[in-house]
T-cell receptor, first 109, second 113 residues
Framework: GDKVKQSPSALSLQEGTNSALRCNFSIAATTVQWFLQNPRGSLMNLFYLVPGTKENGRLKSAFDSKESYSTLHIRDAQLEDSGTYFCAAENYNQGKLIFGQGTKLSIKP | DAGVTQTPRHEVAEKGQTIILKCEPVSGHNDLFWYRQTKIQGLELLSYFRSKSLMEDGGAFKDRFKAEMLNSSFSTLKIQPTEPKDSAVYLC???????????FGPGTRLLVL
């Protein structure tokens, strides 16, 4: 089965609203990264997490290694937040990331 | 500072050809990754180098895919011979080391006819 499962697979939001994306892990994830792939295809790193939370502007992310999940909260969604959000987990010191299937987010004016 | 660079950005190949994709990691990064991205399979790891040593050679991709890293600032991914099912976006990423942020290049969009 999927080692990194993202939900929802797609989401449409009105500009200015809030939302949360989630990742569940069936592996013992030690670190988590969140990426945004814009419509042109470029993958940009949003967060690198050890267990705990981080905040950057309108984005906030949490990683709970004991409960094996991570969340990405988007506050006051803007048109430029549109794209596909990927989470990826690293398993101990293996060095490689295991990616989820992504959440496609569309922000409507 | 230059990020990860990849060339070419687009490639069209005939079935059976040999193509070589190139990647330059962020200067000073020790780990380099090659991924393939398709709508159906998502992001799949092809190869992974640590300090130029091959750590992962891609399992199911081994027979026609070969990644090399001859020096710390340049890597190639050779696909030989190409097949239409290889059509995808090929992404290169680098990181300082394990448990560190991965930085992605812009990708090479490959179409095999």
């Amino acid at each position: 089965g999927d080692k990194v499962k993202q939900s929802p697979s797609a989401l449409s939001l009105q500009e200015g609203t809030n939302s949360a994306l989630r990742c569940n892990f069936s592996i013992a994830a030690t670190t988590v990264q969140w990426f945004l792939q814009n419509p042109r295809g470029s993958l940009m790193n949003l967060f690198y997490l050890v267990p705990g939370t981080k905040e950057n502007g309108r984005l906030k992310s949490a990683f709970d290694s004991k409960e094996s999940y991570s969340t990405l909260h988007i506050r006051d969604a803007q048109l430029e937040d549109s794209g596909t959000y990927f989470c990826a987990a690293e398993n101990y010191n293996q060095g490689k990331l295991i990616f989820g299937q992504g959440t496609k987010l569309s922000i409507k004016p | 500072d230059a990020g990860v660079t990849q060339t070419p950005r687009h490639e069209v190949a005939e079935k059976g050809q040999t193509i070589i994709l190139k990647c330059e990691p962020v200067s000073g990064h020790n780990d380099l990754f090659w991924y393939r991205q398709t709508k159906i399979q998502g992001l799949e790891l092809l190869s992974y180098f640590r300090s130029k040593s091959l750590m992962e050679d891609g399992g199911a991709f081994k027979d026609r895919f070969k990644a090399e890293m001859l020096n710390s600032s340049f890597s190639t991914l050779k696909i030989q011979p190409t097949e239409p099912k290889d059509s995808a976006v090929y992404l290169c990423a680098s990181t300082l080391g394990s448990q560190d942020t991965q930085y992605f290049g812009p990708g090479t969009r490959l179409l095999v006819l």
